[in-house]
């Protein structure tokens, strides 16, 4: 069983930058393929990026592709999302997600394990 803690959220003006990070322990980090997901006010949570076992395969929600970069670093057992160019519609909290099997996954309920969540808030 893998535990998921999440860091790296905060407050910053729209076209900003931040880099969130999770942090893997209590099992094999590289055995799991690895998601984002995000939850703002009144929504369901949804899909935000996913990363294969081994890096070699991504794949991102629409809204966010060409400004956020998912990756990882198994030996360090650290998740990575690196989000550019932030809108006020981005503001949520994010959740990192763990899955037991190879490829990439992205709906939540393929998802084994889940971390508290950081928020996220994107100023106008």
């Known amino acids: 069983q893998v535990q998921l803690v999440e860091s790296g959220g905060g407050l910053v003006q729209a076209g900003g930058s931040l880099r969130l990070s999770c942090a893997a322990s209590?099992?094999?980090?590289?055995?799991?393929?690895m998601g984002w997901f995000r939850q703002a006010p009144g929504k369901e949570r949804e899909f935000v990026a996913t990363?294969?076992?081994?890096?070699?395969?991504?794949r991102y929600a629409d809204s966010v592709k060409g400004r956020f970069t998912i990756s990882r670093e198994n030996v360090k057992n650290k998740l990575y999302l690196q989000m550019n160019g932030l809108k006020p519609e981005d503001t949520a909290v994010y959740y990192c997600?763990?899955?037991?099997?190879?490829?990439?996954?992205?709906?939540?309920?393929?998802?084994?394990?889940w971390g508290q969540g950081t928020q996220v808030t994107v100023s106008s």
């Open positions: 997600a763990a899955r037991t099997g190879p490829g990439i996954a992205v709906s939540r309920s393929w998802y084994n394990y």
């Open positions: 209590g099992s094999t980090f590289s055995r799991y393929t």
């Open positions: 990363i294969s076992r081994t890096s070699d395969n991504t």
